[in-house]
């Protein structure tokens, strides 16, 4: 199983980005997706979690109604897109399977992250 993040980079605070994760090697559509995030000298946190049939969803109240975390079965692909930003949401950012829980003990699968960084 393999999970890959894209669309990570450098973006001005206020700004926006949308992180895509494409999943190979497992059947996409039965699984619950998550995001998290980890920034320099901290712990890795939850972000935001849909189940497989993408009707429900889940946030961290840090990224509550600025992110929006969707899925396209179809495409093999959960989106999160984050508006808004903020310095604080600098961090790298995972791609996880298999849950929607915001612990991260609880998925099975991870991608290797891709960096988000806001600043001017």
């Known amino acids: 199983v393999q999970l890959v993040e894209s669309g990570g980079g450098l973006v001005q605070p206020g700004g926006s980005l949308r992180l895509s994760c494409g999943p190979s090697?497992?059947?996409?559509?039965?699984?619950?997706m998550g995001w998290f995030r980890q920034a320099p000298g901290k712990e890795r946190e939850f972000v935001a979690s849909i189940s497989w049939s993408g009707v429900s969803s889940k946030y961290a109240d840090s990224v509550k109604d600025r992110f929006t975390i969707s899925r396209a079965n179809a495409k093999n692909t959960v989106y999160l897109q984050m508006n808004s930003l903020k310095p604080e949401d600098t961090a790298v950012y995972y791609c996880a399977a298999d849950s929607t829980s915001d612990l991260q003990d609880d998925y099975d699968y991870w991608g290797q992250g891709t960096q988000v960084t806001v600043s001017s």
């Open positions: 090697g497992i059947t996409f559509g039965n699984y619950d």
